[in-house]
């Protein structure tokens, strides 16, 4: 899977991306950023992709052939978003398998 941007400022889209075993790409509908940028993104089972706008919003897409979906809350909304790099609660690398949950 991948992410993909179209166009700059206020006209850029964002799109995902996905082959397997060397199959064309298929590719999702275009979502409108209306000036915003990815600041986070997650994939899931078959396929899905969650992401994390500048602006606070957050647009989820379920799978190869399904639309975008905007949450409905804002997140983080009282704080604006920021690079992950700037997180000041960072304490060192994440280590491969550390996490708890399983």
Do not use: K
Not at 67 to 76: C, G, I, M, S, V
Request: proline share 6%; charged share 15%.
């Amino acid at each position: 899977m991948a992410l993909l941007q179209a166009g700059t400022g206020a006209s850029a889209s964002l799109l995902a991306a996905w082959t397997g075993d060397g199959q064309a790409w298929t590719l999702s509908p275009a979502f409108t950023l209306s000036g915003s940028h990815p600041v986070s993104a997650s994939s899931g089972a078959d396929g899905a992709v969650a992401v994390v706008l500048s602006d606070g919003r957050g647009v989820i897409l379920s799978g190869p052939g399904d639309a975008w979906r905007q949450r409905a809350d804002r997140l983080a909304a009282d704080r604006p978003a920021r690079p992950l790099d700037q997180d000041a609660d960072h304490q060192g690398p994440i280590l491969y398998g550390s996490s708890s949950g399983s």
